[in-house]
C-alpha cells in the first residue's frame, strides 16, 4: 500500500495500480526503457494490473517482463471494461495510467488517474480528465515511488 497525505485534498491509500499496455508502458518497440524495474519496485507495495485490448498481439511477449496481472479487453468498449476494472478493484484505492481516449473512462473513475505524454502522444480528451500529466511511463511511476512528487503537483 502507498498511503500520501495532499494537503488540502486527503489522504489516500492506494493499493492498486492499472496500466494501459500500448502506448503509455509500450511502443511498438516494447516495453519502455526502465519501467520494468520501476515496476518491480512498486509491485512491492501494489497489486499491478496491466489493461489491453492487445492490439498488436504483444501482451503475452511482454507479460512475461512485466510483475503483474494481464487484463484483455475486447475491442470496441475498451473505455467501458477499463473503467470497470478500476471499480472492481475499488475506486478509492487505485491508480490509473493511461494515454488514450479509450483510457479517460479508467482515468476519471481511479482515486488518481496519471496521463502520460509518450511517443505516440496523448489525446486531449485524456488530458482534460485526469488529475496529473506528466512527460512519460517513467516519471508517471516515479510520482509513485517518490510520493513527495506527488503531493507537491497535487497539494492546495
Known amino acids: 500500500m502507498i498511503e500520501v497525505t ?7 491509500r492506494f493499493e ?5 499496455l500500448n502506448g503509455t508502458i509500450a511502443t511498438d518497440r516494447g ?3 526502465g519501467v520494468v524495474e520501476r515496476l518491480q519496485s512498486l ?3 501494489l497489486s499491478i494490473s496491466i489493461v489491453t485490448a492487445d ?3 504483444s501482451a503475452s511477449r511482454l507479460g512475461a517482463y512485466i510483475h503483474g496481472q494481464i487484463h484483455k479487453v475486447e475491442q470496441g468498449a475498451e473505455g467501458v471494461q477499463k473503467a470497470a476494472l478500476v471499480q472492481r478493484l475499488g475506486r478509492e484505492t487505485t491508480i490509473a495510467i493511461g494515454n488514450g481516449c479509450n483510457d479517460v473512462s479508467m482515468l476519471k ?7 502520460v505524454i ?7 480528451e485524456a488530458v482534460m480528465n485526469s488529475d496529473v500529466v506528466v512527460a512519460g511511463i517513467c ?3 516515479d510520482l509513485l515511488i517518490n510520493t513527495d512528487r506527488l503531493v507537491a503537483t497535487l497539494r492546495r
Do not use: K, S, W
Open 55 to 57: 492490439t498488436h498481439g
Open 43 to 45: 509491485g512491492r507495495l
Open 139 to 141: 516519471a508517471a511511476l
Open 31 to 33: 516495453i519502455i526503457e
Open 6 to 12: 495532499i494537503p488540502g485534498r486527503r489522504t489516500f
Open 109 to 115: 473513475e481511479a482515486a488518481l488517474g496519471i496521463c
Open 16 to 20: 492498486h495500480l492499472v496500466l494501459d
Open 118 to 124: 509518450g511517443e505516440e502522444g496523448p489525446a486531449t
